[in-house]
T-cell receptor
């Protein structure tokens, strides 16, 4: 049990639509990262937020955006969905003061784009 | 971050030790070795990390060679529940608000047989 919960667990959208995925982490975990995991691949870093500000981004276009709230919840928004956006989206949190590479992952949201 | 190389798959008999190798020949002096695993339908789970000394916790042991160019994760008594994809990741151990991007490779699929 990591204390990181994601919703929904599964989601089906059509190409061109917009989607919002949600994550809730433990109190004191002010760093949240999002990852995309295509089938058969390792997770790929999308971006990281610390205290409601984005402070790191991977190689993903601007249509991937995020929000982080003071109550330890966060969102990943994807606009203009493409078929290749079909993947497992993972949220990971880190407690303040912990080493940056020790992260606690949720079970993910499986997004299918048709 | 340094690149890692792992075998694609390995098998292990239940109750025996599972030894998972990782090559990281370009590791720099301040980089640590981290291991995560991902059980089917779950998010990645942190296992252990180390710099140059051998490390042990309740889940596993980590053996790092003297030249730090390779390491081995040891599950001393593998169970069926240890069947998972195991990822070896190299990165710094900075904390605070440091940008923490985990770079996952393909990992090793470990199958534990009865």
């Amino acid at each position: 049990e990591t204390g990181v919960t994601q919703s929904p667990t599964h989601l089906i959208k059509t190409r061109g639509q917009q989607v919002t995925l949600r994550c809730s982490s433990q109190s004191g975990h002010n760093t949240v990262s999002w990852y995309q995991q295509a089938l058969g691949q390792g997770p790929q870093f999308i971006f990281q937020y610390y205290r409601e500000e984005e402070n790191g981004r991977g190689n993903f276009p601007p249509r991937f955006s995020g929000l982080q709230f003071p109550n330890y919840s966060s969102e990943l928004n994807v606009n203009a969905l493409e078929l290749d956006d079909s993947a497992l989206y993972l949220c990971a949190s880190r407690p303040d003061g912990a080493a940056k590479n020790i992260q606690y992952f949720g079970a993910g949201t499986r997004l299918s784009v048709l | 971050d340094a690149k890692t190389t792992q075998p694609t798959s390995m098998d292990c008999a239940e109750g025996r030790a599972a030894n998972l190798p990782c090559n990281h020949s370009t590791i720099s002096g301040n980089e640590y070795v981290y291991w995560y695993r991902q059980i089917h339908s779950q998010g990645p789970q942190y296992i252990i990390h180390g710099l140059k000394n051998n490390e042990t916790n309740e889940m596993a042991s980590l053996i790092i060679t003297e030249d730090r160019k390779s390491s081995t994760l040891i599950l001393p008594h593998a169970t069926l529940r240890d069947t998972a994809v195991y990822y070896c990741i190299v990165g710094s151990n900075a904390g605070g608000t440091s940008y923490g991007k985990l770079t996952f490779g393909q990992g090793t699929i470990l199958t534990v047989h009865p």
